[in-house]
């Protein structure tokens, strides 16, 4: 087992930066703020200096919490010691880079902060949107592993040794998240263990490690200072008084002894720690159907700027398409807004797909064609249909090179734009009715009918009065149908040309022999 | 000097650039008319190309043109007629119609041995989304052959066209009004269709090609003949005095009736012919 930590240490930033992003229609370089540390392979190309121009202010998505509901935070924050559990003061719990620039640390009373950047923007910690973010990487993270178990509020556990073979070694495995995760602007700390609880230590330590053998755990582990180990209050105490520095001294304590002076849990999780007790953990299971939801930080005014946060729900989608094994075939996409009632927009595939790029393709088309009637405040995706994906052997030699959409994914765009009714192929009916005897279906298979008479390549769709002079070249085919229904056709059917020389299918109703009618045109 | 001679010394050139060598071994769709492959450089609609083809009105065999290059990229048989259906269809490739002026008529096309499965129709609506679906389609490289109705285009949006036409491998054949012939437009063929009667036979016309702009090729009028011509779109046309010795009628009475009968919507004439055909 080997398993990939995952430590999102700006999680309420990250996800403000929806709204940075759509408020600026920036595609791409979109700055994050970020405060871990230098060497983060996420935080390597992001440019501060155009940070200022989003929102106009010097400093900006600072996220500060409200004292309301700190208190949970500040558990499971290993950096912030505030001890205010009950005081009214609002502190900094998390803070992007340009505020770091500024002098705001995080744990920093909100006052404090305010003195020295006076227009610094603040949003209240809010727990649900974080579990709600949390779940969205969770979905993602489906595509690399079956086995996923996020730890929450921040942290996503993946066992990818089983995976390693497929996205070809650990290290192209690696960069492919860091990509994706970049792409979606998420700050990162990755770290790499054979067990869980180790994992988990070193990525919240901010040991960015690639730890495979048993060896090097072990002395990894000896090095790691025993403040950033999650045990409580009284073992820290204890390890305090006893000189007890890195865990390698926790460990040297013969196991009796530790059990007697720091009780059960803390051996066993020194245990889990380096292996000597299995270590459990439930994988995520992915519900049956996909509904995720975003709540934009800002207002959208037009649908341009939902493509961003769309990119991070499909990334969702698609982990989760992974993990069922399954495709798409029907999803909806619902706006939500102020007051109104929300606006939904279904997008149906002919074929179940799985492939994101075609979803982002096939959606971004779409959205395009939508008017919005009211900014968007939330978004969420939902999958109405799942279907299984049918897979087609590729070809050895491949005998076409250009061939590399098929022809569901072209037809698919078509319909994204068009609509459904406005492709299709004609089939033609056993009926002798004209208007019958051609329908208009997609890719329904028929065997080739029987052999018509003359007929033209165009029909009108509504027949026109004759009011021109013409030849008549036929004598009269009589079609007598369809008395059983409302279209009663008793008409004789002429062949004639104008004087330029278009040829018309004409027809005179038998009871009216008077008024010529105009039903086709051979072309 | 001999003029193959001369071809092959100028050939081993490997400086000189000839106009023609870039297009002369083109892959092409014979066109199915002798006249109108020998007149177009590559022997038939170029693959990578658009052609334009212009006219002033529908309904005068434009379509039908079209028909032996739609069945030779969609794969139906050529003798689809009434004697024998097709019964396989070897279907390489898709074809689309963009944007039709009217209904295409399935049973017509069936009869033109034309697979109906493959053949693709787009009711785009204005320009804007025809012009956007005919890239779309020509750039997927699925299509050999994708047929578009266009009103109003310009030079750019030919070129995008030329340039999906070339990247995507497929032949694209725009039909826009005539007066367009005046602007200017960087597609590899242009085309303007125009029909004359032709006396001798009353019920058959003659379709006269002008191709004023072709790449690699000289600007040439091409006529095809009502008897290349296969303006009964696959079915035989109930010939009057065929028909007539079919079922032992006076021949002469009803070449008469029926060729030369004049309808109008005015009342006089009309009624003439009701009661003659009614008499048969």
């Known amino acids: 087992m080997l398993w990939l930590a995952l430590y999102f240490p700006q999680l309420p930033i990250d996800r403000q930066l929806i709204a940075d992003e759509a408020a600026g229609s920036l595609t791409d370089n979109i700055p994050t703020g970020n405060i871990s540390t230098d060497s983060n392979p996420t935080s390597g190309s992001l440019a501060p200096a155009s940070f200022a121009i989003i929102n106009g202010a010097t400093s900006n998505g600072s996220t500060g919490n409200s004292a309301t509901n700190n208190s949970k935070k500040k558990a499971t924050s290993k950096n912030t010691k505030q001890s205010s559990p009950k005081g009214p003061r609002r502190r900094i719990l998390a803070c992007n880079k340009q505020a770091v620039a500024n002098g705001i640390r995080v744990g920093m009373a909100l006052k404090s902060a305010y003195a020295l950047v006076p227009d610094l923007v603040v949003s209240d910690y809010d727990e649900a949107c974080e579990a709600a973010h949390l779940e969205q990487l969770t979905l993602w993270a489906l595509q690399y592993s079956s086995n996923v178990v996020p730890e929450p509020p921040d942290t996503l556990l993946i066992e990818i040794q089983a995976s390693l073979k497929l996205f070809g070694g650990i290290n192209s495995l690696l960069e492919r998240i860091g990509s994706e995760l970049r792409a979606q602007h998420v700050t990162v700390v990755p770290a790499i263990a054979p067990t869980p609880a180790a994992a988990m230590l070193f990525t919240r330590a901010g040991i960015r490690k690639q730890i495979g053998s048993p060896q090097a755990l072990k002395t990894t582990l000896a090095s790691v200072n025993v403040a950033q180990l999650p045990l409580d209050e009284f073992t820290f105490k204890g390890l305090r008084q006893s000189g007890i520095q890195t865990l390698g001294g926790l460990m040297d304590i013969p196991p009796a002894a530790l059990t007697r002076r720091f009780g059960s849990a803390c051996t066993e999780f020194l245990y889990k720690l380096d292996g000597r007790l299995p270590d459990p953990k439930t994988p995520y299971k992915p519900s049956d159907t996909f509904l995720l939801a975003v709540d934009l930080p800002l207002e959208a005014p037009d649908t341009q700027a939902l493509i961003f946060p769309l990119k991070r729900l499909l990334g969702s989608l698609g982990g989760f398409l992974k993990a069922r094994d399954l495709g798409i075939r029907h999803l909806d996409i619902h706006l939500y807004h102020h007051r109104l009632k929300r606006h939904s927009v279904a997008l149906k595939f002919l074929d179940a797909t799985a492939n994101m790029d075609h979803l982002l393709r096939v959606t971004t088309e779409r959205l395009d064609t939508v008017v919005l009637k009211a900014p968007v405040i939330a978004l969420s995706l939902e999958s109405a249909e799942l279907a299984p994906l049918e897979r087609e052997g590729r070809d050895l030699f491949q005998k076409s090179q250009s061939q590399n959409q098929s022809i569901e994914q072209v037809l698919d765009k078509l319909v994204a734009r068009l609509g459904q009714e406005a492709i299709y192929t004609a089939s033609s009916e056993e009926d002798h009715r004209p208007e019958k005897a051609s329908a208009s279906t997609l890719f329904n298979k028929r065997y080739p009918s029987q052999p018509w008479p003359a007929r033209p390549l165009w029909l009108l769709k509504e027949p026109r009065v004759l009011n021109e002079q013409v030849t008549l070249h036929t004598l009269p085919e009589r079609i007598e149908n369809g008395w059983w229904d409302e279209t009663d056709v008793r008409r004789d059917y002429f062949i004639a040309s104008n004087t330029q020389g278009s040829y018309y299918w004409l027809y005179r109703l038998r009871h009216q022999p008077d008024q010529w009618w105009v039903h086709g045109l051979f072309a | ?280």
């Open chain 2, 1 to 280: 000097m001999d003029p193959a001679a001369l071809d092959t010394l100028l050939k081993n050139q490997p400086a000189l650039w000839r106009g023609k060598d870039r297009f002369s071994v083109e892959a092409s769709i014979p066109t199915g008319f002798g006249a109108l492959d020998n007149a177009l450089p590559a022997g038939g609609w170029g693959i990578g190309g658009v052609t334009e083809l212009l006219l002033e009105q529908h309904g005068i065999g434009e379509l039908s043109l079209l028909l032996p290059a739609l069945r030779h990229v969609v794969g139906g048989s050529a003798s689809c007629t009434r004697s024998q259906p097709s019964s396989d269809s070897h279907a390489t490739g898709w074809a689309a119609l963009v944007n039709p002026p009217y209904v295409p008529y399935a049973p017509a096309f069936s009869n033109a041995g034309i697979t109906l499965d493959r053949l693709l129709i787009i009711n785009s609506g204005d320009d804007i989304n025809t012009l956007w679906s005919t890239e779309q389609l020509l750039r997927s490289g699925l299509f050999g052959a994708v047929v578009a109705w266009v009103q109003k285009s310009g030079a750019q949006r030919q070129r995008r066209l030329q340039l999906a036409a070339e990247s995507g491998g497929c032949w694209a054949a725009i039909y826009r009004p005539l007066h367009s012939q005046s602007e200017h437009s960087p597609v590899s063929t242009r085309i303007c269709v125009t029909m004359e009667a032709v006396p001798t036979a009353a019920y058959r016309q003659r379709l006269t090609l002008d191709i004023f702009k072709v790449r690699a090729g000289n600007p040439q009028i091409v006529t095809i003949e009502p008897e290349e011509f296969d303006a009964s779109q696959g079915a035989e046309w109930p010939v009057p005095n065929r028909l007539a010795a079919l079922r032992g009628i006076n021949n002469s009475v009803s070449t008469a009736a029926v060729s030369t009968a004049a309808v109008s919507t005015g009342s006089t004439p009309a009624k003439a012919t009701p009661t003659t055909l009614r008499s048969i």
